[in-house]
């Protein structure tokens, strides 16, 4: 993983007096024969052969947005870096690539450690795993001396990313008759039901064939929300 040098690159930001520092790096990254990695093992055709027992290598590209995101102005707040960021950061730099409606699925705890079992995620095209993404877990933040302000990480698996670019039909959109049309829906499901799930009922609509894009602004639970609910 590239996560530890740019953890080290963050703390050195932070001890010469510079927050919010937004990094990245693509390099090679090699992992042993022992080591088992549930999103390498799905594409086990583009590492390098296990016979001679070499480290197997796979290009990633992985960056860091340290606390805070934003620093507090005459006219805002101070806005500190999570999940969310992260997920948007993702999706714009994957977009860079053609593609569009990626999912997101909760990351199963202690497949990749460093993360923060409650606020990261897989990332997904077509059901095919591009990375990770999340906030680093507390103790790792605290081990490599970020205290309890954890930055935000991702990691994008390259080789998979352009074979999922290799899945999309570029083709030529005219541009639409009428102007763009944005509408907000309040839903209220079971707490146990992820935005993902909800995502993939919308998109699954025949009435919505249209809908070109959908994301979630808000969940509330608590007053005036029956218990279990959000």
């Known amino acids: 993983t590239l996560v530890p040098s740019l953890l080290t690159a963050a703390v050195m930001n932070r001890h010469h007096g510079s927050s919010g520092a937004k990094l990245f790096e693509v390099a090679r990254t090699f992992f042993t024969k022992e080591v088992s990695i549930p999103y ?13 027992n070499r480290p197997r290598e796979q290009w990633m590209l ?4 340290d606390q805070p995101w934003q620093d507090r102005g005459w006219n805002r707040d101070n806005e500190q870096a999570g ?3 992260g997920k948007q950061t993702v999706e714009q730099i994957v977009a860079r690539f053609g593609l569009e409606n990626l999912s997101f699925e909760f990351l199963d705890e202690g497949v990749v450690p460093y993360y923060h079992p409650a606020l990261s995620a897989k990332i997904l095209y077509r059901e095919k795993l591009l990375g990770w993404v999340g906030v680093l877990h507390p103790q790792t933040s605290a081990l490599v001396g970020l205290g309890d302000k954890a930055p935000v990480v991702f ?8 074979v999922a670019q290799g ?5 030529y959109q005219p541009f639409g008759k009428f102007p763009r049309v944005s509408r907000d829906f309040a839903y209220i499901v ?3 039901i992820s935005f993902a799930q909800m995502e993939s009922v ?3 609509c025949p009435r919505l064939k249209n809908m070109r894009s959908c994301h979630l602004f808000d969940v ?3 007053d005036n929300i029956t218990q279990g609910k959000k």
């Open 202 to 204: 919308l998109r699954s």
């Open 62 to 65: 992985s960056g860091i947005a």
């Open 40 to 52: 390498l093992e799905q594409e086990r055709s583009s590492l390098r052969s296990e016979e001679n």
């Open 155 to 162: 990691e994008i698996d390259l080789k998979a990313l352009f």
């Open 220 to 222: 509330y639970q608590g």
């Open 83 to 85: 999940f969310f960021h």
């Open 190 to 192: 079971d707490r146990e």
């Open 167 to 171: 899945l999309k039909d570029f083709r």
